[in-house]
């Protein structure tokens, strides 16, 4: 019964937008146009083929190593793992409780090997002029936080994670030097749960980049994996003993189950890790239902 919902998280790039003042919008249009192609092709047959000149920094994207330092690994470096199907925890920070977000925010919540997204709520301010005024970002000890904590991955839905009056830009110094991906200008952080989904931020892997727009999305199981059924809980259920299966895992963690080739190497442990987190935000919204 897990309800399983993609999650977007990114904003659409268009003809002319302002993601940073300042900095160049993109120009989209037409290398061939429709009515141009038809005399490539058939009667009847027609193609458009776009053509997109656009800063790196456009919309929601990532930045890598390279985006800060001369000898970083650039985009196409990040290998799939580092910036697809993380574990993820959201942080909320939508209280009004002031632009600088301390070490505090993250403080009793597990950070290693999570990606780690910052919702300040700052994206209902996206292409208007006050996105770009006194927007919320990480503080210096955050960022050396997060990277003792093994954080796999920051993001924030604002600006930019650094103060962008602090030219020093101590967040992406810091989150950079030691490898952890950097995403900003992400959005809808409110309709993710606090944890228990899986995150992907993934770009074109361009050489010779240090950030690049990514499709940043979610994958989260909301509310479901309750079953008020299952033969497991007959017994409880006959001597009045009022149970609930939240799910049995067995069937997901091997298509050989009750055979011969149910053995530690046919696990698909990935598998077993996303059911468990799944059943861990089940667990925490039945606690607060
Ligand atoms: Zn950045």
Same mark, same amino acid.
């Given at each position: 019964m897990s309800s399983r919902r993609l999650v977007d998280v990114s904003h659409v790039v268009e003809h002319g937008m302002v993601t940073y003042p300042g900095l160049p919008s993109p120009i989209i249009g037409d290398w061939l146009s429709r009515e141009a192609s038809q005399a490539r092709y058939g009667p009847g047959t027609t193609f458009q083929l776009g053509r997109i000149e656009m800063l790196a920094n456009t919309g929601t994207y990532i930045d890598a190593p390279f985006h800060r330092y001369a000898d970083g690994r650039d985009i196409a470096d990040y290998p799939l793992e580092a910036v697809a199907?993380?574990?993820?925890?959201v942080f909320r920070a939508t209280g009004g409780g002031g632009r600088a977000l301390d070490a505090r925010l993250f403080e009793g919540r597990e950070?290693?090997?999570?990606?780690?997204?910052?919702?300040? +709520?700052?994206?209902?301010?996206?292409?208007?002029?006050?996105?770009?005024?006194?927007? $919320?970002f990480l503080t210096r000890a955050a960022a050396q936080h997060l990277v003792a904590a093994g954080a796999a991955?920051? +993001?924030?839905?604002?600006?930019?994670?650094?103060?962008?009056?602090? $030219?020093?830009? @101590?967040?992406?110094?810091?989150?950079?030097?030691? +490898?952890?991906p950097?995403?900003?200008?992400?959005?809808?952080?409110g309709d993710l749960p606090d944890d228990g989904f899986r995150f992907f931020a993934v770009p074109v892997r361009v050489r010779g980049m240090g950030s690049f727009p990514v499709r940043a999305f979610a994958i989260a199981w909301g509310g479901g994996g309750v079953s008020r059924r299952g033969s497991s809980l007959g017994g409880e259920r006959r001597v009045g003993y009022p149970a609930i299966m939240i799910t049995n895992t067995a069937v997901y963690r091997n298509p050989f189950y009750h055979t @011969?080739?149910?053995?530690?190497?046919?696990?698909?442990?990935?598998r077993m890790a996303r059911v468990v987190d799944g059943i861990a935000a089940v667990v925490r919204g039945l606690a607060s239902d």
């Open positions: 199907d993380l574990a993820g925890v950070l290693r090997e999570r990606a780690l997204l910052v919702h300040t +709520g700052w994206d209902a301010h996206w292409r208007t002029e006050r996105y770009a005024q006194g927007h $919320p991955l920051v +993001g924030i839905d604002s600006l930019n994670i650094d103060d962008d009056a602090d $030219p020093a830009r @101590p967040v992406h110094t810091i989150l950079l030097a030691a +490898g952890i950097v995403v900003e200008h992400l959005c809808n952080l @011969p080739l149910d053995q530690t190497r046919t696990l698909d442990y990935p």
